[in-house]
């Protein structure tokens, strides 16, 4: 089950795995709505620019299975690690999964379409 996106404690007396759970019934599109300006300070903390959306809730066809695709540019300080700590930090903000890309990442048999649909957040 999906729930708040940040996580608790496991229970004291349970042996069972703990699974970071996001948001049950948000789809990515309304959590992007509700927190923009945040996603875009967040964006701008580690240091990297021109975020834009892309995939389906450019499209308008999210779901709350959906996952934000988010593109954005590196720098020469630009580091898996930055990556990664924004993606969970996004997620964190937004209760939803997230994925973030820069161009090189994307697969060569669509990185032009993606590069020409995808709109600033």
Same mark, same amino acid.
């Given at each position: ?6 996580? /608790?404690?496991? !229970?004291?007396?349970?042996?069972? !795995? ?8 948000? #789809? !990515?599109? %309304? +959590? ?6 945040? *996603? #875009? ?22 779901? &709350?299975?959906? &996952?934000?695709? *988010?593109?954005? %540019? +590196? ?15 996004? #997620? /964190?903000? *937004? ?5 973030? *890309?820069? !161009? ?6 669509? #990185? &032009? ?5 995808? %709109?600033?957040?």
């Amino acid at each position: 089950m999906r729930g708040s996106g940040r996580a /608790e404690k496991p !229970p004291k007396h349970n042996s069972a !795995p703990f699974i970071l759970c996001y948001n049950a019934y948000m #789809r !990515p599109s %309304e +959590a992007l709505a509700a927190h923009r300006a945040e *996603l #875009r300070q967040l964006v701008s903390r580690y240091g990297l620019s021109r975020p834009r959306v892309f995939g389906s809730v450019l499209s308008g066809t999210d779901t &709350d299975e959906s &996952d934000l695709d *988010l593109l954005v %540019e +590196a720098t020469e300080t630009t580091t898996l690690f930055k990556l990664a700590g924004l993606e969970h930090a996004a #997620r /964190e903000l *937004l209760g939803v999964p997230v994925s973030i *890309l820069t !161009p090189g990442f994307l697969p060569p048999r669509f #990185r &032009d379409r993606v590069l020409e649909q995808a %709109e600033p957040l």
